[in-house]
């Protein structure tokens, strides 16, 4: 298996891609400004786009701890690639600084994690914890970042330094060592069940966040790494790194503290039965 990461080389917005896919894809038959207005909600709005020497990608801003304030983001966003600034829509605010998981592995995008400190806290921005959460098979999650975009059925892309937000099930995990990814599947709305802003990631959206909402709020549980298909295309298979393998290292870092795993969980909801529908169209 391959792994194209999520992640936008400098420069490349006017070439033809090859390498690097778009940013988040959306369904063909769904207007993206919807997509770009989700992004403004929390927790989207809680993505920032992570700028540095060379390349760029997303992050996810988790507030203040052990005297900074911190972006969450890929490893293959921070290693050899000097963070300069994050953006927020037209706010913009330097980085004082930077850490790569010191079991990062580029060639499997292993223990792919990134924090960055910021000058200052972001302006109306909402920080968000991350969870100790340890299953989210079947759960509904949205996530965004910032990059090119385009639509599932086709390969034309552009960028236009807008977030945008979108939302999937996870479908299953893979991973070992320590190091764990939750899966979404992007599903072609005329050959299964679609969500009714259901997308997927790609580069551009490197390091930017997924979210699960515990039933009392929306819950950090996994950042955007790599994907199937270099264009993000229908049936491209996201990977997120699963962060409840990470949250001691996070603490450790950062001073925050993760929120603890919830003591139930309800799935027969309308989303766990989409779901099973998706499975036997599958």
């Known amino acids: 298996m391959t792994f194209p990461s999520r992640f936008l080389t400098l420069g490349l917005a006017s070439l033809s891609l090859s390498v690097f896919a778009s940013a988040i894809t959306t369904r063909h038959d769904v207007a993206d400004s919807q997509y770009v207005a989700n992004a403004g909600l929390f927790p989207n709005a809680s993505i920032g786009e992570v700028n540095g020497s060379f390349a760029s990608g997303s992050g996810t801003y988790l507030g203040f701890g052990n005297g900074s304030h911190w ?9 050899g690639n000097t963070i300069q600034n994050v ?3 037209g706010q913009v605010i330097n980085a004082t600084g930077q850490i790569t998981h010191p079991n990062f592995n580029f060639n499997t995008l292993a223990f792919d994690l990134g924090l960055v400190r910021i000058a200052s806290a972001p302006t109306g921005i909402t920080p968000i914890r991350f969870t100790t959460l340890s299953n989210l098979i079947g759960e ?3 996530f965004g970042g910032y990059g090119l975009h385009g639509i599932g059925s086709n390969t034309n892309r552009s960028y236009d330094g807008l977030n945008r937000g979108a939302e999937n099930i996870i479908d299953f995990s893979q991973g070992s060592g320590g190091s764990k990814f939750w899966f979404t599947t992007f599903t072609n709305p005329t050959q299964g069940n679609a969500l009714p802003l259901e997308g997927t990631t790609a580069s551009g959206d490197s390091g930017g966040g997924m979210f699960w909402h515990d039933g009392a709020d929306w819950r950090l549980t996994g950042v955007t790494s790599w994907g199937t298909d270099n264009f993000s295309r229908y049936g491209d ?9 990470h949250t001691d290292w996070l603490t450790d870092r950062t001073g925050i503290t993760a929120v ?4 139930s969980m309800l799935l027969l909801g309308g989303v766990a039965a989409l779901v099973l529908r998706r499975r036997r169209s599958n």
């Open 237 to 245: 298979q996201a990977a997120f790194v699963a962060l409840h393998n």
């Open 87 to 89: 953006r927020f829509g």
């Open 260 to 263: 603890p795993e919830p003591t």
């Open 71 to 79: 972006m969450l983001t890929a490893g293959h966003v921070t290693s």
């Open 140 to 142: 509904r999650v949205v």
